[in-house]
């Protein structure tokens, strides 16, 4: 199982961003983390981070075929971007949400989610163990469908 784990906006800051509700450690501590805790459950966890909203679609649209599942962290694109949320409704694989702070207890602009309706599961408020969670989420979906 190849799993893709997208990171967007200022994600690339996790560890000096906001640690108070990120954390301290990096982005790249957190996904070499993922991609151990992935190889014990025999899956492959490659993963992108990008401040742009395009690449993050070309990525959303060349998944089919190379992953199995995608693992997103849209950062604030969650709650605007319709351009996102259409490339997630016409990916080929199933796409998890992942946030790592509780976007419903923040600022009342984070609890509008344009994406949730098309990706498979939403997990949130975790911390970096959000994306375990969700890992776990879609190799369980994954599971089930084959």
Request: proline content about 3%; glycine content about 10%; some cysteine.
């Amino acid at each position: 199982m190849k799993i893709l784990v997208l990171n967007g906006p200022n994600l690339n800051m996790t560890g000096r961003r906001e640690p108070e509700i990120y954390g301290t450690r990096s982005l790249d501590e957190i996904m070499a983390d993922l991609a151990a805790y992935g190889a014990g459950m025999g899956i492959e966890v490659a993963h992108a981070q990008s401040n742009h909203e395009g690449a993050l679609i070309d990525a959303l649209q060349a998944a089919g075929g190379v992953y199995d599942g995608v693992l997103l962290n849209a950062g604030a694109l969650t709650h605007y971007s319709y351009a996102l949320r259409d490339a997630i409704a016409c990916c080929a694989v199933p796409v998890g949400e992942v946030h790592m702070s509780d976007i419903l207890s923040r600022e009342p602009f984070r609890a509008v989610d344009v994406i949730e309706a098309v990706c498979a599961f939403r997990i949130m408020g975790s911390g970096a163990e959000s994306y375990k969670l969700a890992l776990d989420s879609i190799a369980g979906l994954l599971n089930e469908q084959h």
